[in-house]
């Protein structure tokens, strides 16, 4: 494993105005090469605060990977920094020179009066080209560690690290060996149902850490195993997965950085079954997460979203009275709709959604989270209901994760069953 | 403006298992209050790491703001550190001990033997009560600066930073001034496009910083004015945003935090016009964005998400030949689309969008990333088309955003022509 710090450079970033959503990324992959991550430092568009981070990695890190802050048009500024820190001259170098003036004008991004500044780059540096425009990134030798500098808006990050960075890494490290980590994901279990599953397993005497990280989309259990990864831990690390696929059972979801979405999406494929949604208070969320999974058109027949009384009336047939006895928010109708979706459609399956998300719209009898959930087959509905806290869009994310659990669910009985 | 470090804990949050949304958002609130986040450091669960962020920290920034780090299951390791750097006794707070004692066990979080370690903190040190569970934070004089910890979980994180961290702030600082911040959202304008209208407007001699956020949703302008807020800065700054305004013209939708889904639905709302949609490509995501807005449901009648040809009949009736003449992502099938989704449901405005998502799907004729994109009224139908570049959710995001955005513009035509 390879010490690595990250410095990311851009006043948005540290002040909040910027997610750090590709940062994180960043971190992600270059963990996954071995090179791990134990520092990150977010630092604005200052000379002096780009130069101290950097002489500040240099004695801890064996690489350090400088993200953003080459391209800006406060460019010239982490270039200084740069300049300073490592004392390493800075010369124009030909090739990016030559390859700024055959490149077309990027459509987002100008072509400064000083664009050749773009080709001021350490001398001995090894130049990455940039898929996504002039300005590239490099990497560099420096003392006893190696210098990486990559373009913010480089993107998909993951093409200039595949291209450029883990060529480099290769020839400047024998070994990198990315230490070993798993992420086991449930639904429906709060923290403290997970604890008691988990005390014998981890603990002092094992070197697993573990960490618990809560969302909308459930428990996500985050473990690592210390040390250099050998036969010994890497069967360690199974063992202990396996013990817990077990003791959690159907409440594992996925495991890695797979969502939701993909799982069901896979059993759908797998099993030749057509869906149907109809989604009121979820408002499209969940026929957008499920096409956000490549090839979903082949299970994915149709959803309607009927936020209208009117629109549930006319395009699923719901009767006018049905809804003026139950409501709209209720078990009946959310049976319906199931219903109504799946057979129209002639689907396997039908799944709905109606809630009240809020803030608005609540009463004593019907607050505001109350989602009623349906799923109905060839065979029958069956529906259930839940009660979400938090505030509107945490109760359509929750709802839309509840509802795609309930499918996944079903699917395991399902093939249970049939065997697909 | 107060000099403020943030140091986020968590492996999680360093290695990229975790987004940072919450720290970003912790920033952006932080700076509001007029301490300004110019150094982020974020750190994994090991205590000399800790230390050695607090200790360089504690040189720089008048406030230091540790987020995370005090409940999870190595919340000793975060105290250790704590104590090691700051050099101050820790006692157990006889009110958070109380607290403890009384308040039930959180759903969300186990009742571990060493519960009462959570009332563990400095001496002398101010308690923050946790609205989301047992673990408080504090506020500490700490040698010229202070320091501030905040448990990682304190959902919304608005809340103890109202109801604890301003008073206490207030009480430290006589003058608090947030630096004058503006961020103007534009949609269609790459950066060259926007750089010529500014480079008399910013520059060497203006206080102004800029800095430029390409992303799906737009190009997004951010102001940030230097030096203590005046009379004279705060003025220059609003004739400064009036210029762009009027230079930028309609391509600005929106100011500050604000998403085009609430621009739309603010102006669908004064407008009284009903809406109704359909979806081919984007999947749900254009009715997910319109009903992420409190009080949507008063003008988004529907969505209809057709992803088979099969339910752009049914539920559209939309003909087979044209569907078969054209192909479904298509210029005439995207207008049938919205004037079947307006008609059917009688809604003033009915807008469709069909295209190919990718990663598969494409031709040389259609490629991946091609979007139809049609709008209709009472008065007849528009379309246009989009080549997006970029992977599947991408294309699914930018499509949803210029969707959006042509009903903006639409709305503003009839703003000028109706004048509600």
């Known amino acids: 494993m390879i010490k690595t710090e990250m410095i990311v450079i851009g006043s948005e ?38 130069e101290k981070a950097l002489l500040q990695a240099a004695g801890r890190a064996s690489v350090i990977v400088m993200f953003g802050g080459l391209g800006t048009i406060q460019d010239s500024i982490t270039r200084k920094a740069l300049r300073r820190a490592t004392g390493v001259r800075f010369v124009l170098h030909e090739k990016v020179l030559k390859s700024l003036e055959e490149s077309p004008d990027d459509l987002n ?34 003392g006893g560690s190696h210098l990486i500098g990559l373009p913010g808006n480089a993107d998909p990050i993951e093409r200039i690290l595949k291209e450029s960075v883990d060529p480099y890494l ?97 059993m759908l494929a797998a099993s030749g079954l057509k869906l149907a949604v109809a989604e009121s208070c979820t408002g499209g969320l969940i026929g957008h997460r499920l096409t956000d999974v490549p090839g979903s058109s082949a299970y994915l027949d149709r959803s309607v979203v009927c936020y209208s009384n009117r629109s549930k009336i006319e395009l699923l047939g719901i009767s006018p009275e049905l809804l003026e006895r139950h409501g709209a928010v209720s078990e009946p109708v959310a049976a319906a709709l199931a219903e109504a979706v799946r057979s129209r459609s002639d689907a ?35 529906t259930s209901r839940e009660r979400f806290r938090g505030e509107r869009k945490t109760v359509k994310l929750e709802a839309s994760q509840k509802a795609l659990d309930l499918l996944r669910r079903h699917l395991i009985i399902r093939k249970g069953e049939k065997g697909f």
Chains 1, 2 share one sequence.
């Open 170 to 266: 290769s020839k400047q490290f024998k070994e990198r060996s990315a230490p070993l980590q798993a992420v086991i994901r449930t639904t429906g279990l709060a923290e403290s149902q997970v604890h008691p599953h988990l005390n014998d397993l981890t603990g002092v005497r094992n070197p697993v850490t573990l960490g618990l990280i809560p969302g909308w989309a459930g428990l996500d259990l985050c473990f690592q195993m210390a040390g250099r990864p050998s036969a010994e831990s890497r069967e360690r690390l199974a063992s202990l997965l396996d013990q817990i696929r077990k003791r959690l059972g159907e409440a594992v979801y996925a495991e890695g950085n797979e969502d939701l979405e993909s799982v069901v999406g896979r």
């Open 13 to 50: 970033f540290v002040s909040g105005i910027a997610a750090e959503e590709r940062s994180s990324l960043l971190a992600r992959e270059l963990s996954r090469r071995g090179c791990v991550v134990r520092w990150k430092s977010a630092v604005g568009d200052t000379q002096a605060d780009i």
């Open 348 to 382: 396997d399956l039908g799944l709905a959604v109606s809630g009240i998300a809020g803030p608005g719209g609540g009463t004593p009898e019907k607050p505001v989270g109350l989602v009623f959930f349906a799923l109905a087959d060839r065979d029958g509905v069956r």
């Open 109 to 142: 991004r100008p072509r400064p009066a000083n664009r050749s500044g773009y080709a001021l780059l350490p001398i001995h540096a090894e130049i990455f080209p940039n898929p996504s425009g002039p300005v590239p990134g490099f990497g560099l030798r420096w």
